[in-house]
């Protein structure tokens, strides 16, 4: 579809009713697994938030490293600045992952909001225009597993998403291979709801990055359905379903929609899932749960459901750290930031059929797919 049309469409598309997940029985054929994006009969290593193990999260260092260190894709969240631009931050609170606390002249910006039913003190996105976001400085969210990563805090800004994919272009020419692009919209119905839609700026940043066709190495991604849904009807890139091990999607819950992740993870749920997306990120815990005492357990249904109805499966999130780690591959004695048998756990999810992962460590990611495929 020609872009003028597609961002009319998609305008369209948000102000009329979306038909509801699930609502009757799956007609639509899947998609074919050729007709997905260029990776899709490989394993993929993505980059979440970058290589967020070594850099702090979401800024053009972290995805740069995660780059280099082999990943496949990196993985941008994106939020909505006041001026309605997408930045990369995983979520529009940003006092964890910036210095803006630090910054006596947005000291009136302290706020309380509700986002998607939680109450959440500190600093929005949305009440900063780009100019204004740009003079604060990343730092890492988790200083006490990772350190380390504190040397690089004030060093980086807030990456728009366009400085994104031109970074991603700048690489997969530099690196002579198609790095990959996994974006996730983060609470687009709480955006829409403040009129800075994510929806709109992400398929004009696309189109005009030529990352609009059924092949771009793109893939979007969401914990909602209903903005997937209306991405359907409007790109052509792969889309992907995230999935929560606990709760509902923020806009059935919106809606009055009593239906559930679980609902969702079922292989009924999964088959309706297959008429609009071409993949699903659940959490880990739905492929393989944990025991009661912590321990790693044995799969579920939940890989060959999935295939069933044509959908990849790329879980979220994998760690290096003990602190992440299921309790039989942590090191005993050892600290919470120590790492741990973060190999052995990628393996037993290769071994499940997963089509990719999420990791912080992308280079780990890299070693346990070879050795899985050696
Ligand atoms: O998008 C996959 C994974 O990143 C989902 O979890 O909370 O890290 O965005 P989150
Ligand atoms: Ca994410």
Known sequence: MPRA??????????????????????TAAPPE??????????????????ASGYRPEHTLAAYELAARMGADYIEPDVVSTADGVLVARHENEISGTTDVAERPEFADRRTTKVIDGVELTGWFTEDFTLAELRTLRAVERLPGI??????????YEVPTLDEVLELREELSRELRRDIGVY????????????????????????????LDRRSSPVFVQSFETANLLELDEVVDVPLVQLMSNTGAPADLVAAGDPRTYADLAT????????????????DKNLVIPREDDGTLGEPTSFVADAHAADLLVHPYTFR?????????????????????????EQLAYWEAGVDGLFTDNPDTGVVSRELFED
């Open 5 to 26: 049309h597609r961002r009319t469409a998609l305008l369209a598309a948000s102000v009329v009713a979306v038909p509801l997940l699930l609502a009757g029985p799956a």
């Open 33 to 50: 697994r050729e007709d997905r994006g260029p990776e899709a009969d490989e394993l993929l290593v993505i980059g979440h938030r970058g």
């Open 146 to 155: 990772r350190e380390e990563n504190t040397l690089y805090d004030g060093l």
């Open 183 to 210: 974006i996730e919209t983060k609470h687009p119905t709480y955006f829409d709801g403040i009129d800075l839609s994510l929806e709109e700026p992400l398929v004009e940043d696309l189109d005009e990055a030529g």
């Open 267 to 282: 292989a009924e749920g999964l088959a309706e899932i297959g008429e609009y997306a071409d993949g699903v990120g659940p």
């Open 320 to 344: 290096n750290e003990n602190e992440f780690l299921p309790a039989d591959l942590r090191d005993p004695g050892e600290e919470p930031s120590d790492y741990g048998q973060a190999i052995d």
